[in-house]
């Protein structure tokens, strides 16, 4: 099963990448699929690639669904 995140940009790097934030957790990720992109953006990334923007509304509902799910299989 593949899933894509949304992930807070927290840096840019050199050669159209960035560094994100999820959950506490800093990765690198190529930018190289979305313009425009600044830091304090979300993005949803997949396997290492930003694939899109995503509003702050929508990243943090996604988060708070994802967080649910994780205390409910923790609970199970």
């Not at 807070?8 to 990765?27: F, H, M, N, Q």
């Not at 979305?34 to 990243?59: F, K, M, N, Q």
């Not at 669904?65 to 409910?72: C, F, I, K, R, Y």
């Amino acid at each position: 099963m593949c899933l894509a995140v949304p992930a807070l940009v927290t840096a840019l790097l050199p050669d159209d990448r960035a560094t994100v934030s999820l959950g506490g957790v800093t990765s690198t990720c190529s930018l190289e699929l979305v313009e425009d992109v600044a830091v304090g953006d979300y993005v949803i990334v997949h396997v290492g690639y930003a694939l899109s923007r995503l509003d702050a509304e929508e990243a943090e509902r996604t988060l708070a669904l994802l967080a649910e799910v994780a205390e409910a299989e923790a609970a199970a």
